[in-house]
Structure formats: C-alpha cells, structure tokens
C-alpha cells in the first residue's frame, strides 16, 4: 500500500496543475477580450483565384457551375 506521504504529493501536484491552468485560462480570457480577433477575411476574391477554382471545377465535374465560393474555417 502507498505511503501517505506519496497520496499527499501528488494531491497537491493535482492542485497545482489545476491551480495553473485556472490561472492561464483567466489570462487568455483577458487578452482575448482586450485584443478581439480581426475579420481576416478579404473584402473580394482575387480573379486568378475564382478562374482556378472555376477551371479546376470544370475539369473535376465537367457541366458544374461555380455559383458561390465560401472559405472553411
């Protein structure tokens, strides 16, 4: 059987762990509302962009029409 000594440590250990991430999760909590993610998407597609996927479409399922282009977050 384990000492109590050792259920002891790593009670703690526990703790602490726990302690530390509660404390990272507050930060990121912080940062996340005083620096708000910018919308990274572009305004338009560039052309080069919609003929490749236009062609590649056309090549992959010949008769498709590419009626709207969506990025996958």
Avoid at 41 to 65: C, D, F, H, N
Wanted: hydrophobic share 50%; with cysteine.
């Amino acid at each position: 059987m384990p000492a109590p000594g050792l259920i002891v440590i790593c009670g703690v250990a526990f703790l602490a762990v726990f302690f530390v991430l509660t404390l990272l999760a507050g930060v990121m909590r912080t940062l996340t509302r005083l620096f708000p993610q910018l919308d990274e998407t572009p305004e338009s597609i560039e052309p080069a962009v919609v003929t490749a996927i236009t062609e590649g479409m056309k090549l992959a399922y010949p008769g498709t029409r590419v009626t709207a282009i969506e990025e996958l977050k």
